[in-house]
């Protein structure tokens, strides 16, 4: 299939769909291997950010490198200088490896980090931080050679990758109580508003109340949902079919 024909859109709502009647990690993992192939992407990791007292390789959720590349980068400990991990630690919003900054002379390191990757046919890529409610920090990183990138295909794959790892969380995660129909009328509204891509301030001036009302709305859906923010709110929320936007 032509990387240019094909409906995006529709190819993200047919991964999710599926995703949700996989009941293995392995299975999610060759959903996603197969669906992000369209996009040119030929390797992912989903893993939390480890803080200095973590091991990285503890934090991986689930991964499909190149062989011989993620023993590498963790001997060389390179989650340390990655540029794309510090980026993601302080973005919210998803970005494209080459908008991760560093200082090539001052900063050797990220540039070796950098450079090995597209070594092992990563030289691109796409990473979707993910940022807990209680300071929990992950990521979904997507990597390749020739990527099919554009204001077009990055939500489908942004829409893609937080379902992907929402539910390999689920798959290696003990069962929670859920509490999601504990959800007021006024919660499943912002969230219904949010996944229409209105942002607080547009949302608080549909339904007449203030920015930081609105925000408090969007919290506490996200805890009773026990999302890691309001983006990952909205997919659980779609998920569950709580919201039809």
Known sequence: MNRQEFDH???AFSFIERLETLEAPDDVMNHMEKSLGLFGFENFILTGLPNPHQRAEQMVLARKWPRGWFEIYIKENYVAADPVVR???NSINPFEWSEA???REKEPRAHEVMNRAADFRMANG??????GLTGYEACVSFGGDKLDLSS???PAI???GMYAFERIRQLMTPAQRNRSDDLTSREREVLTWTALGKTSSEIAEILELSKRTVDEYSIRAARKLR???????VVKALQQRLINP
Do not use: E
Request: net charge positive.
């Open 101 to 103: 900054p560093y200082n």
């Open 158 to 160: 942004h829409l893609m």
């Open 87 to 89: 980026l993601c630690r």
């Open 126 to 131: 796409f990473c979707i931080p993910i940022h």
């Open 9 to 11: 859109a529709h190819v």
């Open 152 to 154: 077009r295909t990055k």
């Open 227 to 233: 999302a890691q923010n309001k983006t990952h709110a």
